[in-house]
């Protein structure tokens, strides 16, 4: 079975540029997760759906930062506009069920976003 | 509301080294769940341990055993005889209030020299 699938895996671009990361969960999985790494403050839960509805933004840095989840099959992540402090590598992951409960936490390779 | 903290950022040991990585964390809950994952240079996160509130007993899984007190709120690793494919990020985590979600710490990198 494929995994989680992430596009694209690197992006460079320029500061105050729109940036859409993108993210195909496991099949069946309910929950989609959004999570955000950096050096300083490591892995950070961003947001994350369930059945398409996002339940927990609080995560989310800033109103530049967006997260929608169309459908199963698909969601995405857009900053608009970027800034060089948002340069991470953010990981798409997905859970059958309770991942705080069973640690069944199922990640992407990850986008990795570099604004200059 | 839920925190983990890893108050090592970097451990630097030479193959053979044992190391203990700590991690501690804070809840108002009495049911939750603890975890442990390990990410290699490739990226993946790849899940190591689950323990629950209620399951005091230490682990031991070949080289790596785990010391959960929650006496202190910490839940430790050990890696026994350390090995330079055990070099990598290593991520606590914390269930959520719901255990829908999981809530990481900053991660400790761990480099292992020969």
């Known amino acids: 079975d494929a995994g989680v699938i992430q596009s694209p895996r690197h992006e460079v671009t320029e500061m105050g540029q729109e940036v859409t990361l993108r993210c195909k969960p496991i099949s069946g999985h309910d929950y989609l997760f959004w999570y955000r790494q950096t050096m300083m403050r490591g892995l950070e839960l961003l947001i994350y759906?369930?059945?398409?509805?996002?339940?927990?933004d609080s995560g989310m840095p800033e109103d530049r930062f967006s997260a929608k989840m169309p459908n199963a099959s698909f969601s995405t992540l857009k900053i608009q506009p970027s800034e060089p402090r948002d340069s991470a590598v953010y990981f798409c992951?997905?859970?059958?069920?309770?991942?705080?409960?069973?640690?069944?936490?199922?990640f992407g390779e990850g986008s990795r976003l570099t604004v200059l | 509301a839920q925190k983990v903290t890893q108050a090592q950022t970097e451990i630097s040991v030479v193959e053979k080294e044992d190391v203990t990585l700590d991690c501690v964390y804070e809840?108002?809950?009495?049911?939750?769940?603890l975890f442990w994952y390990k990410q290699p240079p490739s990226g993946e996160l790849v899940f190591l341990i689950r323990?629950?509130?209620?399951?005091?007993q230490n682990e031991i899984s070949g080289r790596y055993s785990w010391n959960f007190q929650k006496s202190t709120s910490s839940f430790n690793f050990t890696i026994t005889a350390s090995q330079v494919v055990d070099s990598a990020v290593y991520f606590c985590?914390?269930?959520?209030?719901?255990?829908?979600?999981?809530?990481f710490g900053k991660g400790t990198t761990l480099s292992v020299s020969s």
């Open positions: 992951a997905s859970s059958p069920g309770l991942a705080g409960v069973t640690g069944e936490l199922f």
């Open positions: 323990r629950n509130s209620f399951d005091e």
């Open positions: 759906f369930n059945n398409n509805v996002p339940i927990d």
């Open positions: 985590a914390l269930g959520n209030q719901a255990g829908t979600a999981l809530i």
């Open positions: 809840t108002r809950d009495t049911t939750y769940y």
